[in-house]
Structure formats: structure tokens, C-alpha cells
């Protein structure tokens, strides 16, 4: 499924210069809903995919980034001078079993001056167990997000690999970890 949606949203943002995160992700949705229908009837599982997708522009002479984002699933952080943001995603997978409905994604949009961070991740960093089987929780991410921000992208990234390490100390991993650092 992953693949399939990646040459989508290829065709959507690429050639058909799609620049609204909240239409390419209904786009998407309908797209793997119909697509893959004959098979979630023929063997009875649900399929779906979380997603975000995050855009950025600027024209000068504006000096601040205008940014929109929409997601399924998934949150985005940013920060600002005054804290670190959150905004959420709409609570619904990509392609699942939603036929017959067209899910409408909620478009955030948002304004930042240059330097701010903006993060993106998957479930699979907060949902690392430790060997008590305890997750790393939302508050100590976002924490540690807001505590490293003044670092450049290969600091923090080193701070967060650390920090999950303490964590999870011996215990294998679980799921996929993404956490996408952007400095605009």
C-alpha cells in the first residue's frame, strides 16, 4: 500500500502541482479505498496507512513561512518564540475501511518566522517500550523537542537517538521510527 500511495501522491504533487495537504490526502483516501476494495472484501482485514503531509512556501518579500498541513493520524509539532505548538490530524487511515464515505481532511495553517522547527513523526518513537514495557510518553518527547531546538538537526537527532536508547535499554523495536526535523 505504501508504495502505491507514494506513486500517487507523486503523480498529485509532482506533475499535477497539488499544494493542499487536505485534498491530496482525501485524493489518496478515495484513490486506496477504491483500489484496494476487491481485496479487503475477499480476505476480511482492514488496511490503512497514517500520513502526513506538510507544506511550506514563502514569497518575498514576506519574511515569514506560510505553512499548511494535514494529516491522518499523526500530529504535527512546531515551535515559536513563546512554546512548542501542536496541531492535530484528523482520526482516520488512509485507504481503510471507509467505502462509500469521502473523509474530508482538516487543513491547519499556520505562519512562522525563519529558524522555528517543525517536527513530524510516526507512533513508532513514543510507542518504543522499555523493559518494564513502559512507552515513552508524548510530554517527555515534546520535552525533550523544546529542550534541544536551539541545536542544529544532526544535534537533536543525536539527543533523541540517546534519549530512546536510555529508554528502551535492551528491548528490540517494535515498529518504524521517524522523526523529521525541519528547521525553516
Known sequence: MTMIAYAFLNELILEKKMSDPALALQKLN???SYAFAQERNEINYQLGMELSIF???RTPPETHWQCAFAASEQN???TTPNGLEELQGDRATIGSNNMGKDLEFTRHEFSLPPGEMVYLTTDGFLDTPNPARKKISGFALKEALWQNRPLNTSQQKE??????????Q??????DITVL???L
Open 30 to 32: 478515495a484513490y486506496l
Open 76 to 78: 504535527l509539532l512546531y
Open 170 to 175: 535492551q528491548e528490540d523495536y517494535r515498529d
Open 181 to 183: 526535523g525541519l528547521r
Open 55 to 57: 507544506s511550506y512556501s
Open 159 to 168: 539527543a533523541l537517538w540517546q534519549m530512546l536508547q536510555q529508554h528502551r
